[in-house]
């Protein structure tokens, strides 16, 4: 299996494992070398939609912890140097929106990901910055953490408990359903936190390539990209929806060596 | 330079949990809030903990890790019998329907310990003790019969109406405040109340994160008569 499965797969599991035992601790028992922290605690969203009030109040908004503004500069960091690997790599909603995404690539074959037409699916993706702005203004004004009333991720390691919103249930349900025929659907249309993360790959450090003179024009590198973009038209990848997760690449989907990379540097900007 | 699959998956772990280890190493890294009070800033009892600072999310174990009182004495004199290491605080007016303006809450265990320590505590109004509780601080010596005489009384018939009642009619019967002790300036905005009003009853804040109850107390406004005022203005 690929490292990226791997570290998916831990982090999903590891997760679970952090929110399963809050419960439990709350409860009265838990597991002690486990941590317990509450699922708030850990999300570096939490550093994003707190920082203002951070800033202006010098007080955390309820619910969030300075663990999530700590979460947010490594996250930010990591980030700047290789993109919103963040995403890609570690984020329990995306991993199980892409392993819902599998069945539906079984279902659909090759229609699977292009039942919305390119030019939707790319204004759509705007939508994401629309959510980000009425998170971070409502926050701001309520000192609340609205976002939780929403927020799929919440639902998705909380349902058992109760304390999730009717809301945040529905729009998991819709998010994993309609992961069936778009691959991460709440990643390219919705997610706040991706769309913050996204605004790195205009400027971040390793950034992926395609080598034009050796690229024999396959168009693997589109056909396997979970957010939908057009590498095979691109020098440099700097779209927003980038998550780096390096499908893409010479070391997966690219037949070619050395052809689509992740490279760092500033030469050859395309 | 190029990076490979591998690299990356180094980097985010290496990222994460080192960036998190290191934190920690350094005292930043913070799941929950700190149940530790703030020091008294000024006068003889400077340095020590605050009793008004203590919150409805603290436990009486909380109090007992920052206070000279046992979570077991605080168990005795509000009634709880169940695990009172793990007893939150909040959980009491939820327990207990208020009282005329007294509430049987937060604000009472502050008084408690203010009283049972010697520490200084500036009374909001809605404070009151049960007779257990009174009793108590004359048997340790931490008060004489006429400072006894001042102290607010809680109804005792008001545990006997909880515990003879069935569960449901005592929700059924309970209507939730809408101003209490946690409740925030932006709480009183998430009601709907307009800037004007809020200051018209709770007079000038600083930030929307203050507690309504520490504005009231700034502006020397009495929180119980302010709280009913804001119910008011909130259900209008
Ligand atoms: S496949 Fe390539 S372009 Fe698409 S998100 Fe992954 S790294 Fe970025």
Redesign the interface.
Known sequence: M???R??QIGFFLFIAAIAVNHGLTEA?GGIAWL?N??LH??CPFGGVVTLY?YI??G?M?KKI???SL??M???L??SV??GP??CG??CPLGSIQEWVGKIGRKIFGKRYNRLIPKKADRLLGLLRYGVLAWVLIVTA????LVFSTVDPYYALFQFWTGEVAISAIIILLAVLGLSLIVERPWCRYACPYGAFLGITNKFRI?TIRRNAKTCVDCKQCDSVCPMGIEVSTSGKVRDLRCI?C?EC?S??ACPIPETV?????IKDEA | MKLNQKSIAILVVVILFGGVFVSDALGLWKTESSKVPVKIQSGEFAGEADPADIRGSYTFGDIEKVFPITAETLGEVFWVTENPESFQLKRLEEMYPSEGEFEMGTSSVRYFVARYTGLPYEQTGEEGLFPVAIEFLKREGKISEEEAQTIPVMNPEIILQYEDAPEETVVEEHVEPLVKGNTTVADLFALGLSEEEIISVIGEFESKGELVRDVCNGNEVAFSAAKLTLQELAEK
Do not use: Y
């Open positions: 690929k490292n990226r791997w570290i009265g941590s922290a509450s605690a850990i009030t202006t109040d007080a908004i912890h300075e663990s700590v979460l500069g490594l996250v960091f990591l140097l290789v690997a963040f790599w570690v004004l309520s000192f609340d390793f780096s390096m690449t070391e997966a990379q992740l490279l760092g540097g």
